[in-house]
């Protein structure tokens, strides 16, 4: 069992930075990736960004090309997300995720899930 820990939410102005971070508690097996899914309130999970952790390559949602980066801490078994140009349309709890053995665009890739960490973006 992995768990996944994030941290780095809070409020922020439109047109701020936020950096997420999720600290994955032990690596008992070589995950594939790891990425960010968000959840509005009334919306639907929204895939945000994923790293295939072998060859650091990335995959992004097209709402958040060219404003946030995902990138990896190989000893520490963490993942950031740097959010830059924050939007109120951004606001969302963001979860961290992990997956054994795929990854893609889809909830269901994704074996292990973070609780979440609110980010509020403000107009």
């Known amino acids: 069992q992995v768990q996944l820990v994030e941290s780095g939410g809070g409020l922020v102005q439109a047109g701020g930075s936020l950096r997420l971070s999720c600290a994955a508690s032990?690596?008992?097996?070589?995950?594939?990736?790891m990425g960010w899914f968000r959840q509005a309130p009334g919306k639907e999970r929204e895939f945000i960004a994923a790293l295939r952790w072998t060859t650091a390559s990335t995959i992004y949602a097209d709402s958040v090309k060219g404003r946030f980066t995902i990138s990896r801490d190989n000893a520490k078994n963490t993942v950031y997300l740097q959010m830059n140009s924050l939007k109120p349309e951004d606001t969302a709890i963001y979860y961290c995720?992990?997956?054994?053995?795929?990854?893609?665009?889809?909830?269901?890739?994704?074996?292990?899930w973070g609780q979440g960490t609110q980010v509020t973006v403000s107009s």
């Open positions: 995720v992990v997956s054994r053995g795929y990854w893609g665009l889809e909830g269901d890739l994704y074996d292990y």
């Open positions: 032990r690596r008992t097996f070589s995950w594939y990736a």
